[in-house]
């Protein structure tokens, strides 16, 4: 997995198969902040920037941020129910 915030963002747009110009729209950037973004040349693109960014491509802020996925919790198990009463 790359090792910046940028390459992360141009490799998961690319492998979701959209242009610069479609995610910038879709994740309400311009299209320069997105190219400033990808090439690694905005220090602190802000965490509301990445949380559109993540959402449009169907990814986690984990994913972007820290390159790695973070597993969902376990799924929590059903009490057992007491048996009703009869009668």
């Not at 390459?7 to 994740?27: F, T």
């Not at 169907?58 to 799924?75: N, R």
Request: charged letters at 25%; hydrophobic letters at 35%; zero cysteines.
């Amino acid at each position: 997995m790359p090792h910046q915030l940028g390459d992360r963002i141009r490799q998961a747009r690319k492998r979701y198969g959209m242009s610069q110009v479609e995610l910038a729209k879709r994740a309400h950037i311009s299209r320069q902040q997105l190219y400033m973004l990808e090439t690694n040349q905005t220090p602190d693109p802000g965490v509301l920037k990445v949380l559109a960014i993540a959402r449009v491509l169907g990814v986690s802020v984990d994913t972007l941020l820290a390159g790695t996925e973070v597993p969902p919790p376990p799924p929590k198990r059903p009490r057992p129910r007491p048996p009703a009463p009869v009668g």
